[in-house]
């Protein structure tokens, strides 16, 4: 590490960069999306059940992850529906899931008329702590939905044992976490469904979409018929929709930009893991930073990475952030402001139409700060570096000098 720049005058204070030069920048799309966009339109029809390239993803991505089914629909918050619905989730039933997630997770349980009752994370991994969620567990609770945020693992071993020990289903929400590993297992596929999505921020984008994994063929069925107004596609099936279902189909469209991108992923997650392994490792030993934690067995993908600042040690998050970033670094003050039960759907209970259902059939089930206080500390104290495939060596030497830089200084300062 470059001592000299170190003790340079910080940028936020007039000084030069650390990271003087942009970071990498490079094209997601290109010649090989046109081409599968030229193919879909040339076969005269867009919908999934009668061209080729919905078709062909699915068994793609089913390869690719080991599994016997793929169940395509329009975005990862469907997806999540799709799954919750089809493991059997009813009104009233309670579905645990992490403290710091999308809405969609959370859509999800509630469009099925079930109650999310939110678990305090892991203050180190920003996982759903397993002691956390078994505590939780009541008569009325259907499924626990873990969420492997920023494309890190949670500990599936522990949910995987709890799941099966108190006969609950088991949802994983895969949306940040294409090809994160566990214990040699790929996320997706070790619970009953692991639950994707192709939106535009996601390691490969369709511009929106999703996908359901799932070895169960009973789920996979549900899956289809949910996802598709409940009619059936089977050659000579009867049209007579039987249960109430939704229209999230994936369109040919989106397919083909989905199986062009499908190409792609490897060389993303080798480009993300070497950035993000780097940055993890020169991150440590740094005063006042605390780098992400990773369970036993984690093999992390790197949707982006969070920290964790000691504000007694480097002062106000905040602030930190904004020293980081004056140095050119790509970094925000934390990933989402505050945890996900504070969102005023939760504070106010506004459920369908106005009313508070389907929050009204728990009562019990409150929506308050301090619920999660590990959730909320990491709110308060994170700091959020992008990860992109097209970073280079240079922009990671340059963003740990950056690092570097204002944690020793802003360190020495207090
Ligand atoms: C953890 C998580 N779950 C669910 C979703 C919902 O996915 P989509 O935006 O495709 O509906 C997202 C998207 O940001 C997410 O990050």
């Keep these: 590490m470059p001592q000299a720049q170190t003790l340079e005058k910080l940028a936020i204070d007039g000084g030069p960069k650390a990271k003087p030069t942009p970071y990498g920048m490079g094209k997601r799309f ?15 029809t867009l919908f999934y059940a009668k061209g080729s390239k919905t078709k062909a993803f699915r068994e793609r991505f089913a390869a690719r992850y080991g599994v016997k089914h793929v169940v395509t629909c329009s975005s990862g918050t469907a997806a999540l529906h799709i799954a919750v619905a089809s493991a059997g989730i009813k009104p009233g039933d309670e579905v645990i899931t992490a403290s710091i997630t999308d809405m969609g997770t959370c859509i999800a349980i509630l469009q099925c008329g079930a109650i999310p009752v939110f678990a305090d994370l892991d203050p180190h991994t920003y996982t759903m702590d397993p002691a956390a969620v078994e ?30 020990r108190r006969s609950l289903k088991l949802i994983e929400d895969c949306a940040q976490s294409y090809h994160t590993g566990y214990k040699r297992q790929l996320c997706g596929t070790i619970g009953d469904a692991g639950c994707f999505s192709l939106n535009d921020f996601k390691h490969i984008s369709a511009g929106d979409a999703g996908m359901v994994l799932t070895n169960d063929d009973e789920l996979a069925h549900r899956a289809e018929l949910f996802a598709d107004k409940c009619y059936d596609r089977a050659p000579n099936a ?11 189909r994936m369109c040919e469209l989106h397919a083909a930009v989905a199986l062009a991108q499908l190409e792609k992923l490897d060389g993303i997650i080798a480009a993300r893991r070497r950035f993000g392994d780097g940055l993890h490792a020169g991150l440590e ?18 949707w982006f990475y969070l ?45 369908f139409g106005g009313t508070e259902w389907p929050f009204s ?9 301090g619920l999660c206080p590990n959730a909320e500390a990491i709110c308060a104290d994170s700091i959020q570096v992008g990860i992109n495939e097209f970073y280079t060596d240079e922009d990671l030497a340059q963003t740990l000098v950056g690092f570097r830089k204002v944690a020793t200084q802003l360190a020495a300062r207090s």
């Excluded at 494309?151 to 071993?157: I, R, V």
């Excluded at 602030?319 to 990933?335: F, M, T, W």
């Excluded at 039960?341 to 459920?351: M, P, Q």
């Design 135 to 164: 505590k939780l567990i009541t008569k009325k609770t259907a499924a626990i939905l873990p969420v492997h945020l920023t494309g890190a693992p949670c500990e599936m071993d522990a949910f995987k044992q709890l799941a099966a």
């Design 285 to 302: 030993g740094l005063p006042g930073i605390h780098p992400q934690r990773f369970v036993e067995g984690a093999r992390p993908s790197y």
């Design 361 to 369: 059939l728990a009562p019990h089930i409150r929506y308050e700060p």
């Design 238 to 248: 009867e049209r007579n929709p039987f249960s109430l279902a939704m229209n999230y």
């Design 30 to 44: 290109g010649t090989e999306e046109l081409a599968q966009l030229k193919e879909a339109l040339e076969q005269q």
């Design 307 to 351: 920290l964790r600042v000691d504000e007694k040690v480097l002062g106000p998050r905040d602030k930190v952030a904004e020293a980081l970033a004056a140095e050119g670094l790509r970094v925000s003050a934390g990933y989402v402001p505050y945890a996900t039960y504070l969102h005023k759907i939760f504070r106010n209970r506004s459920g």
